[in-house]
Protein backbone atom coordinates (compact mmCIF):
# COMPACT_ATOMS: atom_id res chain seq x y z
CA UNK A 1 0.00 0.00 0.00
CA UNK A 2 1.50 3.79 -1.00
CA UNK A 3 1.28 6.26 1.86
CA UNK A 4 0.82 9.50 1.25
CA UNK A 5 3.70 11.65 3.18
CA UNK A 6 0.75 13.21 5.21
CA UNK A 7 -0.57 10.71 6.34
CA UNK A 8 -1.25 10.65 10.15
CA UNK A 9 -1.54 6.75 10.78
CA UNK A 10 1.91 5.41 9.82
CA UNK A 11 3.64 3.03 12.33
CA UNK A 12 5.72 0.22 12.62
CA UNK A 13 3.14 -2.09 10.94
CA UNK A 14 3.54 0.18 7.86
CA UNK A 15 7.79 -0.76 7.34
CA UNK A 16 8.59 -3.17 4.52
CA UNK A 17 10.86 -6.65 4.93
CA UNK A 18 14.13 -5.77 5.75
CA UNK A 19 15.87 -9.28 4.95
CA UNK A 20 18.64 -9.24 3.17
CA UNK A 21 19.31 -5.09 3.99
CA UNK A 22 22.30 -4.03 6.34
CA UNK A 23 21.74 -1.32 8.46
CA UNK A 24 24.28 0.93 10.92
CA UNK A 25 23.08 3.17 13.21
CA UNK A 26 25.48 5.37 15.51
CA UNK A 27 23.88 6.13 19.27
CA UNK A 28 21.80 2.46 18.87
CA UNK A 29 22.71 1.98 22.72
CA UNK A 30 19.65 3.50 23.85
CA UNK A 31 16.68 5.88 23.41
CA UNK A 32 15.44 6.18 19.34
CA UNK A 33 18.72 4.91 18.03
CA UNK A 34 17.96 1.20 20.11
CA UNK A 35 14.53 1.62 19.27
CA UNK A 36 15.49 1.76 15.62
CA UNK A 37 17.84 -0.88 15.72
CA UNK A 38 15.51 -3.11 18.13
CA UNK A 39 12.91 -2.88 15.03
CA UNK A 40 14.93 -2.80 11.87
CA UNK A 41 16.37 -6.08 13.71
CA UNK A 42 12.52 -7.42 13.75
CA UNK A 43 12.39 -6.85 10.09
CA UNK A 44 15.07 -8.80 9.03
CA UNK A 45 17.82 -6.51 8.41
CA UNK A 46 21.63 -7.36 10.02
CA UNK A 47 22.01 -4.63 12.22
CA UNK A 48 25.01 -2.88 13.70
CA UNK A 49 25.38 -0.85 16.49
CA UNK A 50 27.71 1.51 16.27
CA UNK A 51 28.42 3.20 19.98
CA UNK A 52 31.07 4.81 21.96
CA UNK A 53 30.59 2.69 25.21
CA UNK A 54 31.23 -0.89 24.90
CA UNK A 55 29.69 -2.57 27.73
CA UNK A 56 26.07 -0.33 26.74
CA UNK A 57 26.21 -2.05 23.39
CA UNK A 58 26.89 -5.29 24.30
CA UNK A 59 23.64 -5.09 26.99
CA UNK A 60 21.43 -3.29 23.65
CA UNK A 61 22.30 -6.41 21.80
CA UNK A 62 21.67 -8.59 24.55
CA UNK A 63 17.99 -7.03 25.55
CA UNK A 64 17.51 -7.35 21.32
CA UNK A 65 18.68 -11.39 21.35
CA UNK A 66 16.48 -11.84 24.25
CA UNK A 67 13.55 -10.46 22.86
CA UNK A 68 14.19 -11.75 19.22
CA UNK A 69 17.24 -14.69 19.47
CA UNK A 70 16.94 -14.85 15.77
CA UNK A 71 17.90 -11.01 15.10
CA UNK A 72 21.19 -10.34 13.32
CA UNK A 73 22.67 -7.69 15.21
CA UNK A 74 26.48 -6.90 16.05
CA UNK A 75 28.23 -3.75 17.30
CA UNK A 76 31.42 -1.89 17.05
CA UNK A 77 32.93 0.79 18.88
CA UNK A 78 32.69 4.47 17.41
CA UNK A 79 33.29 7.80 19.03
CA UNK A 80 32.40 10.32 16.84
CA UNK A 81 34.40 12.79 19.06
CA UNK A 82 37.64 11.37 17.76
CA UNK A 83 38.68 11.39 14.32
CA UNK A 84 40.93 8.49 14.65
CA UNK A 85 37.65 6.71 15.98
CA UNK A 86 35.90 7.41 13.15
CA UNK A 87 38.36 5.94 10.96
CA UNK A 88 38.74 2.54 12.57
CA UNK A 89 34.99 1.97 12.81
CA UNK A 90 35.10 3.20 9.34
CA UNK A 91 37.67 0.84 8.02
CA UNK A 92 35.80 -2.15 10.14
CA UNK A 93 32.34 -1.28 8.64
CA UNK A 94 33.78 -1.32 4.86
CA UNK A 95 35.56 -5.02 5.73
CA UNK A 96 33.03 -5.90 7.49
CA UNK A 97 29.85 -5.26 5.41
CA UNK A 98 30.63 -4.57 1.99
CA UNK A 99 27.45 -2.46 1.33
CA UNK A 100 25.78 -0.63 3.90
CA UNK A 101 21.92 0.21 2.61
CA UNK A 102 20.90 2.48 5.90
CA UNK A 103 23.63 4.52 7.40
CA UNK A 104 21.50 6.45 10.50
CA UNK A 105 23.37 9.24 11.37
CA UNK A 106 21.65 9.55 15.30
CA UNK A 107 24.41 9.50 17.91
CA UNK A 108 24.19 13.09 19.40
CA UNK A 109 24.96 15.42 22.59
CA UNK A 110 22.98 18.15 23.41
CA UNK A 111 23.16 21.25 25.52
CA UNK A 112 26.87 20.14 27.52
CA UNK A 113 28.96 22.68 29.19
CA UNK A 114 31.57 23.90 26.98
CA UNK A 115 34.39 21.53 26.29
CA UNK A 116 36.05 19.66 23.35
CA UNK A 117 36.79 16.91 20.68
CA UNK A 118 40.02 14.75 20.74
CA UNK A 119 40.46 16.93 17.60
CA UNK A 120 40.09 20.33 19.20
CA UNK A 121 36.08 20.39 17.74
CA UNK A 122 33.60 22.34 20.14
CA UNK A 123 32.15 19.17 21.26
CA UNK A 124 28.36 19.75 20.03
CA UNK A 125 29.33 20.77 16.71
CA UNK A 126 31.66 18.02 16.33
CA UNK A 127 29.93 15.23 17.76
CA UNK A 128 26.48 15.82 16.16
CA UNK A 129 27.83 17.12 12.35
CA UNK A 130 31.97 17.01 12.09
CA UNK A 131 31.52 13.26 13.24
CA UNK A 132 28.85 12.09 11.62
CA UNK A 133 30.28 13.73 8.85
CA UNK A 134 33.94 12.00 8.64
CA UNK A 135 31.78 8.68 9.26
CA UNK A 136 29.68 9.19 6.42
CA UNK A 137 32.17 10.55 3.86
CA UNK A 138 34.70 7.15 4.99
CA UNK A 139 31.76 4.74 4.34
CA UNK A 140 29.81 5.92 1.49
CA UNK A 141 31.33 3.81 -0.92
CA UNK A 142 29.56 1.23 0.99
CA UNK A 143 26.63 3.05 1.07
CA UNK A 144 26.88 3.34 -2.99
CA UNK A 145 27.17 -0.11 -3.36
CA UNK A 146 23.82 -0.66 -2.15
CA UNK A 147 21.10 -1.33 -4.25
CA UNK A 148 19.20 1.59 -3.02
CA UNK A 149 21.12 2.55 -0.06
CA UNK A 150 19.87 5.75 2.43
CA UNK A 151 21.96 8.09 4.63
CA UNK A 152 19.21 9.64 7.57
CA UNK A 153 20.84 12.20 9.36
CA UNK A 154 18.58 12.72 12.54
CA UNK A 155 18.29 16.67 13.33
CA UNK A 156 16.09 18.52 15.63
CA UNK A 157 13.51 20.58 15.86
CA UNK A 158 15.94 22.94 17.74
CA UNK A 159 17.40 23.37 14.20
CA UNK A 160 14.83 26.31 14.03
CA UNK A 161 16.47 28.53 16.72
CA UNK A 162 20.17 27.71 15.12
CA UNK A 163 22.37 30.19 13.25
CA UNK A 164 26.19 29.37 11.80
CA UNK A 165 28.29 31.39 13.66
CA UNK A 166 30.99 31.44 11.01
CA UNK A 167 33.73 33.86 13.02
CA UNK A 168 33.52 31.91 16.06
CA UNK A 169 31.90 28.18 14.99
CA UNK A 170 34.19 26.24 17.37
CA UNK A 171 32.56 28.68 20.44
CA UNK A 172 36.30 29.48 21.35
CA UNK A 173 35.49 33.46 21.85
CA UNK A 174 32.26 32.73 23.47
CA UNK A 175 30.33 29.63 24.07
CA UNK A 176 26.53 29.15 25.45
CA UNK A 177 24.98 25.63 25.81
CA UNK A 178 22.06 25.90 23.73
CA UNK A 179 23.12 28.13 20.91
CA UNK A 180 25.86 25.91 20.02
CA UNK A 181 23.49 22.88 19.98
CA UNK A 182 20.84 24.49 17.76
CA UNK A 183 23.92 24.94 15.34
CA UNK A 184 24.85 21.90 15.39
CA UNK A 185 21.44 20.96 14.50
CA UNK A 186 20.79 23.26 11.39
CA UNK A 187 24.49 21.97 10.92
CA UNK A 188 22.62 18.38 10.30
CA UNK A 189 20.36 19.96 7.64
CA UNK A 190 22.98 22.31 6.13
CA UNK A 191 24.40 18.61 5.27
CA UNK A 192 21.81 16.57 4.57
CA UNK A 193 20.75 19.01 1.35
CA UNK A 194 23.96 19.70 0.22
CA UNK A 195 24.96 15.81 0.36
CA UNK A 196 21.80 15.40 -1.62
CA UNK A 197 22.75 17.95 -4.35
CA UNK A 198 26.22 16.38 -4.60
CA UNK A 199 24.42 12.67 -4.90
CA UNK A 200 21.95 13.97 -7.59
CA UNK A 201 24.37 15.35 -9.57
CA UNK A 202 26.65 12.19 -9.52
CA UNK A 203 23.52 10.61 -10.80
CA UNK A 204 23.29 7.96 -7.54
CA UNK A 205 20.28 6.35 -6.77
CA UNK A 206 21.70 6.70 -3.42
CA UNK A 207 19.54 9.74 -1.38
CA UNK A 208 20.10 11.83 1.26
CA UNK A 209 17.27 12.93 3.90
CA UNK A 210 16.72 14.01 7.28
CA UNK A 211 14.16 13.35 10.33
CA UNK A 212 13.66 14.41 13.68
CA UNK A 213 12.34 12.89 16.85
CA UNK A 214 10.18 15.67 18.36
CA UNK A 215 9.52 15.57 22.37
CA UNK A 216 10.70 11.76 23.00
CA UNK A 217 11.50 10.39 26.56
CA UNK A 218 14.93 9.10 26.42
CA UNK A 219 18.52 9.55 28.23
CA UNK A 220 19.54 12.23 25.97
CA UNK A 221 17.96 15.24 28.52
CA UNK A 222 18.91 13.50 31.67
CA UNK A 223 22.64 13.08 30.85
CA UNK A 224 22.57 16.75 29.77
CA UNK A 225 20.73 18.04 32.99
CA UNK A 226 23.41 16.01 35.26
CA UNK A 227 26.26 17.15 33.26
CA UNK A 228 25.30 20.60 33.81
CA UNK A 229 24.45 19.70 37.69
CA UNK A 230 21.37 21.39 37.49
CA UNK A 231 18.56 19.35 40.04
CA UNK A 232 15.86 21.62 38.83
CA UNK A 233 16.58 20.81 35.18
CA UNK A 234 16.65 17.16 35.66
CA UNK A 235 12.94 17.84 37.27
CA UNK A 236 12.05 20.16 34.53
CA UNK A 237 12.86 17.07 32.53
CA UNK A 238 10.89 14.34 34.25
CA UNK A 239 7.62 16.32 34.46
CA UNK A 240 8.05 16.80 30.34
CA UNK A 241 8.60 13.32 29.66
CA UNK A 242 5.55 12.56 31.93
CA UNK A 243 3.17 15.56 30.84
CA UNK A 244 4.02 15.75 27.38
CA UNK A 245 6.95 13.35 25.87
CA UNK A 246 6.09 10.52 23.66
CA UNK A 247 8.04 7.04 23.99
CA UNK A 248 11.41 6.29 22.44
CA UNK A 249 9.50 3.62 20.24
CA UNK A 250 7.30 6.32 18.54
CA UNK A 251 10.51 8.97 18.98
CA UNK A 252 12.02 6.58 16.36
CA UNK A 253 9.26 6.86 13.60
CA UNK A 254 10.48 9.27 11.52
CA UNK A 255 13.50 8.13 11.06
CA UNK A 256 12.33 4.87 10.26
CA UNK A 257 9.90 6.35 7.71
CA UNK A 258 12.50 8.41 6.44
CA UNK A 259 14.90 5.34 5.51
CA UNK A 260 11.55 3.02 4.86
CA UNK A 261 9.03 4.57 3.06
CA UNK A 262 9.01 3.34 -0.78
CA UNK A 263 8.09 6.87 -1.62
CA UNK A 264 10.05 9.16 0.23
CA UNK A 265 12.80 11.81 -1.88
CA UNK A 266 16.37 12.88 -1.18
CA UNK A 267 16.63 16.12 0.93
CA UNK A 268 13.36 15.10 2.45
CA UNK A 269 12.84 16.00 6.37
CA UNK A 270 10.28 13.95 8.40
CA UNK A 271 9.14 14.08 11.80
CA UNK A 272 5.90 14.18 14.27
CA UNK A 273 2.93 15.34 12.84
CA UNK A 274 1.24 16.78 16.34
CA UNK A 275 1.34 20.51 17.62
CA UNK A 276 4.45 22.08 17.31
CA UNK A 277 6.05 18.57 15.58
CA UNK A 278 6.24 17.10 19.05
CA UNK A 279 4.28 13.94 19.11
CA UNK A 280 2.19 12.28 16.49
CA UNK A 281 2.91 10.14 13.54
CA UNK A 282 5.62 11.05 11.14
CA UNK A 283 4.99 12.98 7.64
CA UNK A 284 7.19 15.42 5.99
CA UNK A 285 7.76 18.57 8.04
CA UNK A 286 9.42 21.67 7.07
CA UNK A 287 13.03 23.22 8.06
CA UNK A 288 14.09 26.61 8.52
CA UNK A 289 15.11 28.64 5.59
CA UNK A 290 18.34 29.20 6.89
CA UNK A 291 18.91 25.24 6.08
CA UNK A 292 17.78 26.20 2.30
CA UNK A 293 20.77 28.20 2.18
CA UNK A 294 22.70 27.21 -0.85
CA UNK A 295 25.59 29.24 0.30
CA UNK A 296 25.70 27.96 3.65
CA UNK A 297 25.50 24.22 2.91
CA UNK A 298 28.85 24.94 0.63
CA UNK A 299 30.64 26.82 3.02
CA UNK A 300 29.81 24.20 5.66
CA UNK A 301 30.56 21.56 3.20
CA UNK A 302 34.36 23.04 2.61
CA UNK A 303 35.42 23.74 6.05
CA UNK A 304 34.15 20.21 7.11
CA UNK A 305 36.42 18.56 4.22
CA UNK A 306 39.19 21.07 5.49
CA UNK A 307 38.83 20.07 9.17
CA UNK A 308 38.23 16.37 8.93
CA UNK A 309 40.25 15.76 6.37
CA UNK A 310 37.22 13.72 4.32
CA UNK A 311 36.54 15.45 0.84
CA UNK A 312 34.00 12.48 -0.26
CA UNK A 313 35.74 11.81 -3.89
CA UNK A 314 33.19 8.76 -4.25
CA UNK A 315 30.84 11.60 -5.90
CA UNK A 316 31.23 14.47 -7.95
CA UNK A 317 30.79 18.39 -6.90
CA UNK A 318 27.48 20.11 -8.17
CA UNK A 319 27.87 21.85 -11.48
CA UNK A 320 26.97 24.90 -9.69
CA UNK A 321 27.94 24.74 -6.23
CA UNK A 322 26.08 28.61 -5.26
CA UNK A 323 23.69 29.11 -8.17
CA UNK A 324 20.78 30.45 -5.20
CA UNK A 325 21.28 32.30 -1.65
Known amino acids: ?41 DRGARVVLACRNEQK ?13 SAKVESTPLNLASLTSIRHCADHLNGRLGHIDLLFNN ?43 RIINITSNAHKMGQMNWQDLHGSKHYRPWPAYAQS ?46 SFQEALVKLGNW ?10 LPMLRAATDPNSQGGEYWG ?34 EQTGVDFSAISPPSSPSAQP
Not at 112 to 122: A, H, K, Q, V
Not at 243 to 249: G, H, K, L, N
Open 57 to 69: AQSALDRILSANP
Open 243 to 252: VIAQDATEGA
Open 272 to 305: PRGLFEMTGAPIEVSSTSRAHSRKDQDRLWEISV
Open 185 to 230: KLANLLFTYALQRRLAAADQSVIAVAAHPGYSATNLPFTTAQMNQS
Open 107 to 149: AGVMALPESRTEDGFEMQIGTNHFGHFALTGQVLEAVLAAPAG
Open 1 to 41: MLWSHSSPTWSIENMPDLSNRQVVITGANSGIGFEAARICA
